[in-house]
């Protein structure tokens, strides 16, 4: 019997799947970032578990930084690690162009395309869920923007309705942040993107940028920030001390529905779990009938 599969509440099973990774800052040459943090070393980590999953995602989608430099190795060796999972679960790769990356370097090494300043763009049709990738990065900046040309082509894909609605992928989330530096970075003249996306069919954004997870709205859609898979930010300090630590690591899991959309926070860890529920356990269940399952799980003993 497949667990995934298996309905005991009100809700059908999800129409789309999508898993949400972001901010791997790989280097050339396995180089750890700052001295300290192996990247490559947690990426991995984090590529495991993706496959302990056991489940067949629509798509793998990574929110930007893909490498801390933008050097031509190192989106060679983020192909090498992540192509052969994303083969291995038949699910197409979603890249999103972050402050750190390189547009040139980008757009040759991941796409075989020309190495252009020009933005890194695509529009994914996953069975009727449209999936648009903005680029919001500014060449030679850290903080993020939306030109008026990106803008009017954003328009131009969301003048039509898709079947399942659309999912933006970007770098820099919409939402505000109470780092004080973050503020800094953050993506400028928000208001334009709120009046381009204004009554279209946009059901969530998909971001990363800060190293923590977050989730919020934006011109009310729901906007989720995955955490960074190389180190996160230590938010259990101050908000004027937060620093990075080589913990906290994670991804999402994206679930898409009719009327909503969820946005699981999977933590990448090496614990020990417990062994209450099983595939039996669900089979046994899905023997009894909806009363029978009250009686069973529900009831206090």
């Not at 801390?68 to 038949?90: C, H, I, K, N, Q």
């Not at 390189?102 to 996953?126: I, K, M, N, S, Y």
Request: glycine share 6%; charged share 20%.
């Amino acid at each position: 019997m497949d667990a995934a599969a298996t309905r005991f509440g009100q809700y059908p099973p999800a129409r789309r799947t999508l898993l949400h990774l972001s901010d791997t800052h790989l280097l050339a040459g396995d180089v750890p970032l700052g001295g300290r943090y192996d990247t490559a070393a947690n990426l991995r980590r984090t590529l495991e578990a993706v496959e302990r999953l056991a489940l067949r995602p629509d798509a793998i989608v990574f929110t930007g930084d893909l490498t801390d430099l933008g050097e031509p190795d190192a989106y060679r060796a983020l192909r090498d690690l992540v192509e052969p999972v994303a083969e291995r679960l038949g699910a197409p790769l979603v890249w999103v162009a972050g402050n750190h990356d390189e547009r040139p370097a980008l757009r040759e090494g991941l796409f075989g395309l020309e190495p252009t300043q020009q933005p890194v763009t695509a529009v994914h049709d996953l069975e009727g869920l449209r999936l648009i990738v903005l680029d919001t990065t500014v060449p030679g900046w850290h903080h993020g923007d939306l030109d008026d040309a990106q803008l009017e082509w954003l328009r131009d894909q969301l003048s039509a309705p898709a079947a399942l609605g659309s999912i933006l992928a970007m770098h820099h989330p919409p939402l505000p942040s109470h780092i004080p530096f973050f503020d800094i970075l953050e993506l400028r003249d928000q208001s334009r993107l709120a009046e381009a996306i204004a009554g279209t069919d946009v059901r969530a954004i998909l971001a990363g940028h800060l190293h923590h997870s977050t989730s919020g709205t934006f011109a009310g859609i729901p906007v989720s920030v995955a955490a960074a898979t190389c180190y996160t930010m230590d938010l259990a300090r101050p908000a004027d001390r937060v620093n990075g630590m080589d913990a906290g690591q994670s991804f999402h899991l994206v679930h898409v529905y009719d009327d909503t959309i969820t946005h699981a926070v999977v933590p990448v860890v090496d614990a020990p779990a417990a062994e209450f529920f099983s595939p039996e356990w669900v089979a046994d269940m899905a023997r009894l009938s909806p009363r029978q399952r009250l009686e069973a799980f529900s009831r206090k003993r």
